[in-house]
């Protein structure tokens, strides 16, 4: 395939290797044209992760660092973005009150800050829920 004359981007892509198409379909995008994405980091849970401190958050840092590297093989240039997804708050508050998850969410920033100073990520992911929650979650999550 004759690369385009200007990269085409996805923006924002989860790649899911244990519960989704994994690398599979940034195989898909590279044949349709794709040639760069930024792929942002998954819910923590979703890939086995418990957190209950801001260390637990480096196991699903790794494993979409390692899903990065997959991604580079099929030849789409990818760029890693690190950090919580806005709905781990609901996730988080299911075992511990509001201000302790909301807590371990920003240790989990710090660590995946980390991450991007070591030049292992772009970007950080960070978000407030985009569907309805209680104003508490809301003013944490901001």
């Known amino acids: 395939m004759k690369?385009?004359?200007?990269?085409i981007t996805d923006d924002h892509i989860h790649i899911d290797p244990l519960n989704g198409r994994g690398v599979e379909?940034?195989?898909?995008?590279?044949r349709a044209g794709g040639t760069h994405m930024f792929l942002v980091a998954k819910p923590s849970y979703s890939l086995g992760v418990h957190a209950s401190a801001g260390a637990d958050y480096l196991r699903a840092y790794d494993e979409t660092l390692r899903v990065a590297d997959l991604v580079r093989e099929t030849g789409v240039v990818v760029f890693p973005v690190l950090g919580i997804h806005p709905c781990e708050i609901g996730h988080?508050?299911?075992r511990m009150p509001l201000r302790e998850a909301a807590d371990l969410m920003?240790?989990?920033l710090d660590r995946a800050a980390e991450y991007v100073?070591?030049?292992?990520a772009v970007g950080l992911k960070s978000g407030r829920p985009h569907y309805?929650?209680?104003?508490?979650?809301?003013a944490l999550s901001n």
């Open 25 to 30: 379909a940034a195989k898909d995008f590279f």
């Open 132 to 138: 309805p929650v209680e104003p508490e979650v809301m």
């Open 92 to 94: 988080l508050a299911g």
């Open 3 to 7: 690369s385009p004359a200007f990269p």
């Open 106 to 108: 920003m240790a989990g």
């Open 117 to 120: 100073k070591e030049g292992k």
